[in-house]
């Protein structure tokens, strides 16, 4: 088992990190950790990424369970039943100062869970850390643009 959960708090609206967040086509611009994404927002949807895992990159598909916009995304993989399976989610909330607490969450779960923590998890954590510090830089530039 492995759980990995990561927040910043954001000097940018909720609707400007949401927007980071879901702005699939951009990733690459941006993202060190998934530098591909494309997707619906929409639960059943696949999500198709590319995950840069250091050494090496993986393209990987999971299924969108829920969206409740500006505040949830959330998405799953099942690549080999209870045997192994993980839950990302991204949240947003606002805070009372105008910004918002962005909170990255991931689970491992599964009896392969341990051996594939073992071989990955330095890059799985290294990836998470760096995607929640994009996001936050990314939010708050766009957020300081005029226009």
């Known amino acids: 088992m492995l759980t990995l959960e990561y927040s910043n708090d954001i000097?940018?609206?909720?609707?400007?990190?949401?927007?980071?967040?879901?702005?699939f086509q951009h990733y690459g611009e941006w993202n060190p950790f998934v530098t591909r994404c494309e997707?619906?927002?929409?639960?059943?949807?696949?999500?198709a990424m590319r995950v840069n895992m250091g050494p090496?990159?993986?393209?990987?598909?999971?299924?969108?369970?829920?969206?409740?916009p500006e505040t949830l995304f959330e998405y799953r993989m099942y690549p080999v039943g209870s045997l192994l399976y993980s839950r990302r989610q991204?949240?947003?909330?606002?805070?009372?100062?105008?910004?918002?607490?962005?909170?990255?969450?991931?689970?491992?779960?599964?009896?392969?869970?341990?051996?594939?923590?073992?071989?990955?998890?330095?890059?799985?954590?290294?990836?998470?850390?760096?995607?929640?510090?994009a996001i936050q830089h990314r939010a708050e530039l766009l957020h300081a643009k005029p226009g």
């Open 56 to 68: 090496f990159s993986l393209d990987q598909t999971e299924q969108v369970t829920r969206v409740e």
């Open 39 to 47: 997707s619906e927002l929409q639960p059943g949807a696949s999500i």
């Open 11 to 23: 000097k940018a609206p909720p609707g400007s990190v949401w927007g980071v967040i879901v702005d």
């Open 90 to 133: 991204h949240r947003v909330a606002a805070l009372a100062t105008g910004g918002t607490r962005y909170t990255s969450y991931f689970e491992l779960r599964g009896w392969l869970s341990p051996v594939v923590a073992l071989c990955m998890g330095y890059f799985l954590r290294r990836g998470f850390k760096q995607m929640t510090a």
